[in-house]
DNA sequence: GTTTTTGTTCTAGGATTACTATAACAAAGG
DNA sequence: CCTTTGTTATAGTAATCCTAGAACAAAAAC
């Protein structure tokens, strides 16, 4: 799986690394069971500090993406909680959609964009 | 309109204020035309710095959500390029559904919660 | 047994951002 | 004339982001 970070980006290097890998695991680029890099082997391979490839692992502990293993290091498994993952989802939404909705983006707009989305990774499984 | 400020969470209070605008405008509780309160009245109200709020309305202005006159202060109008918030959303899009699809969300519960988000605002108007 | 690799932890410094605080300005309106 | 508007400048504090170097115990490789 290949990584592109944009050092130019506003967004936070390890939340860069954060979402790649989440979309890496939500296109099966990723499966579970998977071992991540070690994080000094990606930050190596990236061009950046193993603190900052670290703190991106951690968050996707805490989120329930990987668990982390002292020997093998991090282990893509996914802690469904289906109640939660709703909730967050729709938060995230309604900001998403309200900006779009502004912008007279319709409804049926916003489900032809869901299902291109989700096509696209059912193509690479 | 009401607007709620978190100050414990992580988010930027300049990005809450600004996601609550645009939430206002999509619900039509703001409408075209609407002027905001002036920077140090809405400064006030919160209890946060003119600045704080100022910063915010820039930024609104820049996404083009409103235009700012010396003499009304922040005026909604929306400047509407909608092939770039097409593209834009469906950047967004594909790390919330990334998350979901994670946790085993559907495409049928997403359009789900696209209908019943969209629901909300329409009864509202 | 020795060496390497693993995640983890600590301290530390630099850069940037977020927020607050004053102050002052020109433009418009009452 | 006075108030209110957005705008700008300066400054300080706090937090975050990233980097850096060092060290540790545990497991794996040899």
Redesign the pocket.
Known sequence: MIIEID?QS???????LRNQIIMGIATSALQEGD?????????DD?????????????VL?QEGFVT???????IVSLDVDKTRALAEMKQSLRVVLARASCKNVTRQEVHGLVDEIFSEWEQEE
């Open positions: 050092f506003d967004e936070a290097i390890y939340m860069q071992t991540l890099p070690s994080v000094r082997q990606l930050a990236i061009g950046i500090n193993m603190h900052t490839v670290n703190k991106a692992y951690s502990r982390i293993d002292r020997r093998r290091g991090a």
